[in-house]
């Protein structure tokens, strides 16, 4: 089968692999559309994860059942499903306590385990999701939208709960903006998006979000503005600017990955004084059904998200970019291209 392989750090290319032989408990999944995401990027450089090279990318995936081992009864081939990447141990604290994606030894199909970039893969049955007929772009969006359903958890803000007035997310790429339209199906009235890049801006806009350039008159005069402000942009500067313009009682969420050395500076007695609270959020914690069921009751807006759909060979080139154009979303393998 074809895939996308890191051989070492900083080496990817095209590959010719043995088919994966199924194991007992796993489905070999046809990959329809697999999405490329930042830490592929960072698994790439080996910045991310365990350095497990060999490897084939991809943790954003969806696909159809292909065959399944004599053992498995929950799915059959011809299912349509969508992947949990997420594979945790279930015996330490945090898995006890729930907290799955805060596992002691968290692995991930496409970080430590062949992922998603390839046409086949072999899935443990426990990490499929049947997505009916949703297609297989949407489907694959599941995962980084499962990450930001679980940093609105962190936040507070779900469903039957109350949410906030006004919100603010920096950073209007692709997670950015599903982070942003969450918010807005969560029942945000108000949610503005603040990038350096007016292109972004503009689309945001359409999307039906409140475009607001970093550095303007603008934003400067919405300090102390929003009741809950994220950063998207795993930018530090940008974390230690949120507190200013998050409203007295307010809530600040660090979404975007920083570098691990990155350090802020924040006053104590500011927090205090206005009463604001911190939280951060890492991946996604078994909220995949979620998800797919937000994009099966979206209208499309989330899945114009997705600006490529592309052969396994031209995706290449993307996992090198960086800062690239700006009208670049969410970048997908398709199968059917």
């Known amino acids: 089968m074809k895939a996308i392989r890191f051989a070492a750090a900083g080496v990817a290319g095209m590959a010719e692999l043995d088919m994966p032989e199924i194991a007992p408990g796993h489905a070999l999944v046809r990959v329809r559309a697999a999405g490329l995401c930042h830490t592929d990027i960072e698994v790439l450089q080996g910045r991310y994860g365990e350095g497990a090279f060999p490897l084939v990318p991809g943790h954003e995936y969806a696909g159809t059942v292909e065959a399944v081992a004599a053992d498995v009864t929950a799915v059959k081939p011809g299912d349509r499903v969508a992947i949990d990447p997420n594979i945790a141990c279930g015996h330490c604290a945090a898995c006890h306590k729930g907290l799955t994606n805060l596992c002691a030894s968290l692995k991930a199909y496409g970080v430590t385990a062949n992922g998603g970039f390839a046409e086949f ?138 570098a691990p050395d990155a350090r802020i500076w924040v006053a104590p007695f500011e927090i205090f004084r206005r009463q604001i609270r911190l939280v951060g959020s890492h991946s996604l914690n078994r909220n995949i059904p979620q998800a797919l069921d937000i994009l099966r009751r979206d209208d499309g807006t989330m899945a114009r998200l997705v600006s490529h759909r592309l052969p396994l060979a031209e995706l290449l080139p993307f996992f090198a970019k960086s800062g690239g154009d700006p009208a670049t979303m969410k970048v997908q393998f398709s199968a059917d291209i």
Not at 224 to 241: L, S
């Open 121 to 258: 893969s072999l899935v443990g049955v426990d990490h499929l999701h049947d997505i009916g007929d949703l297609a297989f772009a949407t489907a694959a969006l599941a995962e980084p939208l499962a990450c930001v359903l679980n940093g609105l958890s962190a936040a507070g803000i779900e469903p039957g709960a109350r949410v906030p007035g006004t919100a603010l997310v920096f950073g209007a790429g692709p997670i950015g903006l599903l982070l942003a339209l969450s918010l807005k199906a969560r029942g945000v009235a108000s949610v503005a998006v603040a990038d350096i890049s007016e292109q972004r801006l503009a689309f945001a806009e359409a999307l039906g979000l409140v475009p607001l350039l970093s550095g303007s008159q603008a934003l400067a005069a919405r300090t102390k503005g929003f009741d809950f402000v994220a950063d998207a942009t795993g930018v530090a500067r940008v974390v230690e600017a949120m507190i200013g313009f998050t409203a007295d009682g307010g809530t600040g969420l660090v979404f975007g990955v920083c």
